[in-house]
């Protein structure tokens, strides 16, 4: 899952980047509400981090001109030092979905965004939206575990990442530059191979020891995740 962190304190910015990542999201970061702002409408996130108190163009601003998006709009968790309860039913108020005083713990942090992310899921209750199902492969998102055929599958951070992405995004043939813009950063370096690495190593895992493959390559354009008649 990719998150965007709008945060001007660069410690605070470059730890939750290094936490959260540690735990498997993609994370990008804006450190002004300019930057944060272009990056939450023309980009594609699962959930934004922001901060109240910014340069440039405030929280509360940027939330103003996010609320009135048609498009499913993701998640924002606010992070701000003003903690009355004036200043949390405004942020509340302006579109925020929930909302954290400084400082905080990062364990709660992670809470937070799971039950956010819960219920954001598209269609069905939250607890279907954490479970995605391919034929007979199934990834349960809340438990972080990969099954194919009630087997456990045992995936890398990166690899359930990408398994997750295409998932998601099941029947769709996904670019190998979409791919490195959802799993890997922005300093992802698309001269390398390590993405058709990754599918390998994927494929060996949750294709190789069954009977029909899942993941396929579609020749000049990219991979897509489908069920294929045999």
Avoid: C
């Amino acid at each position: 899952m990719k998150i965007l962190v709008i945060e001007d304190e660069r410690k605070l910015a470059d730890y939750l980047r290094k936490g959260l990542s540690e735990e498997g999201y993609v994370v990008e970061v804006a450190y002004n509400g300019v930057d944060g702002l272009h990056m939450a409408t023309e980009g594609r996130y699962d959930l934004l981090l922001l901060d109240g108190m910014l340069p440039g163009v405030d929280g509360l601003s940027v939330l103003a001109a996010l609320r009135p998006l048609t498009r499913p709009r993701a998640p924002i968790l606010m992070l701000t030092a003003r903690g009355t309860v004036e200043d949390r039913v405004r942020g509340l108020k302006a579109g925020a979905d929930d909302y954290m005083v400084k400082p905080f713990a990062f364990t709660e942090l992670l809470a937070r965004m799971e039950a956010l992310l819960r219920r954001s899921g598209a269609g069905g209750s939250p607890s279907e939206a954490l479970q995605l199902v391919v034929a007979d492969l199934q990834l349960d998102l809340a438990k972080r575990r990969a099954t194919r055929g009630g087997q456990r599958l045992d995936l890398s951070a990166k690899e359930f990442q990408l398994l997750s992405l295409l998932m998601r995004r099941a029947g769709e043939v996904l670019s190998r530059t979409e791919i490195a813009e959802q799993v890997w950063d922005v300093n992802f370096d698309h001269g390398t191979n390590v993405i058709d690495v990754a599918v390998r190593r994927l494929r060996a895992k949750m294709d190789t020891p069954f009977p029909a493959p899942l993941l396929h390559t579609v020749r000049g354009m990219g991979y897509v995740l489908e069920s294929r008649p045999e």
